[in-house]
């Protein structure tokens, strides 16, 4: 017999007949509970407005160390299915090997040789050529926010940088910054307001 059964055997003793039944019932069912009762909701069930907490970007394996490797590498394999890089077309001759890797939900894309080994990875920001932005930290230790001047903060002055530009063909193009990391170059591309971040190509040292 638990707590509350006790409780309402001990309430209903001193009732005479059915009304003793009908104490009893009303204890043991919670009925004509009031605000002392401890299974009593002041709120009427209604929550409290709590905001949702950031999900946290997904930690994946460090991009620049595909640059250099052979595709078919166990280390290179493991990275492309972290970021579900998948072949796109343009096998090479005699190889099998695709050119060129994508993963666009993430913004990644990253090409390969006629040996297959990767020469440039791609970070696409601003939704061009169908891909959606990355979300990755910035390779080299650049950060997690895709501006220009949260850039020269964590990386420093680049090697080089240029003005705005307008491709006969392609249209007009932001600035662009290039620094020169440990083992590879940084090549990052700005959209027209000079600020956002559009692209981030990174290329192995020759």
Known sequence: MGFLER???????????????QASQ???????????????????????????????PIRRGDLTRLLGRSILEARTQEICREYGLMPRFGAAAG??????????????????DDYGTVTTIFLHFHGDDGYRSFQGEIPGGGGW???????????????QSGEPYRERFLGDYGPWDRWQLTGYQMHAQYTLDGESLQRLTLRADE
């Open 7 to 21: 409780r309402a055997d001990d309430a209903a003793s001193t009732q005479p007949g059915p009304d003793r039944r």
């Open 26 to 56: 009303d204890i043991r069912y919670g009925r004509k509970r009031g605000s002392n009762h401890p299974l009593h909701d002041p709120s009427g069930g209604r929550r409290p407005n709590v905001v949702p907490a950031q999900p946290r």
């Open 95 to 112: 190889s099998g090997l695709s050119r060129s890797y994508q993963a666009r939900d993430l913004g990644v894309e990253l090409t390969a």
């Open 145 to 159: 926010v895709a501006r220009r001047s949260h850039l020269w903060a964590a990386l420093g002055r680049p090697a």
